[in-house]
């Protein structure tokens, strides 16, 4: 039941345009979230990668992993609101986050599915799909920095 209540959480719309302008403390506290989100997505990530590189993967790992991404992709959609880029403070999230909102949406939307497949096919216990599904959303992650987000070097 635990695992159909987080599945169905998870919200498949991504947006970054919000109309209210937010506070100062509001915009920080979201930045704060946001960097937390993204290194706790890293560590998911290299647990998966581990797995899913290895001939007998740990699946009980690989969904714990794989449930963790899914449910922080869809945290996602709240994390890039106007106001939260390099003009507020240190952050590796590029201005063009917000100068290029469809193609920035687009590829949010593209990791949330694309993480939520993997969440699926991990919960079922398959090897060979989660391996399928982890490789589309390195993809995703990788489209998504290339363009969107600077190296911090911390
Ligand atoms: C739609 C864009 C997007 C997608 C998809 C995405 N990221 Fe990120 N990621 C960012 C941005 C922007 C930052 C910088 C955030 C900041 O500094 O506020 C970031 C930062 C990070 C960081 C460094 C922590 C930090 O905040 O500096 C890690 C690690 C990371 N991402 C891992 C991943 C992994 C792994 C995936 C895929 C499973 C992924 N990301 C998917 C945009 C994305």
């Given at each position: 039941m635990k695992f159909v209540v987080a599945v169905s959480s998870i919200a498949l719309i991504a947006s970054v345009a919000v109309a209210k302008p937010l506070s100062q403390d509001a915009a920080l506290k979201i930045m704060h979230e946001r960097h937390e989100g993204m290194e706790t997505i890293g560590k998911a990530n290299r647990d998966l990668r581990r797995e899913l590189t290895s001939?007998?993967?740990n699946m009980a790992t690989v969904k714990t992993a794989a449930s963790q991404v899914a449910n922080l992709a869809g945290k996602?959609?709240?994390?890039?609101?106007?106001?939260?880029?390099?003009e507020l403070g240190k952050t590796g999230a590029k201005p063009e986050i917000w100068q290029q909102p469809a193609d920035f949406n687009a590829k949010l939307k593209d990791f949330q599915g694309a993480a939520k497949a993997l969440q699926v096919a991990a919960a079922k216990g398959d090897a060979g799909a989660s391996k399928a599904a982890y490789a589309s959303l390195g993809k995703t992650c990788n489209a998504c920095h290339e363009t969107y987000r600077m190296d911090m070097h911390h």
């Open positions: 001939d007998t993967p996602s959609s709240h994390w890039f609101p106007a106001g939260t880029g390099p």
